[in-house]
């Protein structure tokens, strides 16, 4: 059992960054991580996943370049650099953790994850 909180969340100008910290109660050595987001009368999308490696990342096209999810197994927390912020951010962020035989195999599928933590509230004022 891996239990996931997120931390970061707030009220940021356009233009403005946040770095959103996912934090767990067990090992994550084994799991690819994941983070998503659901902004208001839209279904939750996947933003950003790494791989267990680390090496591998994913992003959608619409914060690629802007965002940068990282890891730090150590310490078993997975992080969310967000940059340049944009109204159309404004989301419920949360993580994920979805177990994975590979290293280096990151995770678009929703349905691969396997924990997900509560979210934190994202708000980016124009």
């Known amino acids: 059992q891996v239990q996931l909180v997120e931390s970061g969340g707030g009220l940021v100008q356009a233009g403005g960054s946040l770095r959103l910290s996912c934090a767990a109660s067990?090992?994550?050595?084994?799991?690819?991580m994941g983070w998503f987001r659901q902004a208001p009368g839209k279904e939750r999308e996947i933003v950003a996943s790494?791989?267990?490696?680390?090496?591998?990342?994913l992003y959608i096209e619409s914060v690629m370049g802007r965002f940068t999810i990282s890891r730090d197994n150590a310490r078993n927390t997975v992080y969310l650099q967000m940059d340049r912020l944009k109204p159309e951010d404004t989301a419920i962020y949360s993580c994920?953790?979805?177990?994975?035989?590979?290293?280096?195999?990151?995770?678009?599928?929703?349905?691969?994850?396997?924990?997900w933590g509560q979210g934190t509230q994202v708000t980016v004022s124009s």
């Open positions: 790494i791989a267990r490696s680390a090496t591998h990342t």
């Open positions: 067990g090992n994550l050595t084994d799991y690819a």
């Open positions: 994920g953790a979805a177990r994975a035989a590979l290293l280096n195999l990151v995770m678009r599928n929703m349905g691969a994850y396997n924990y």
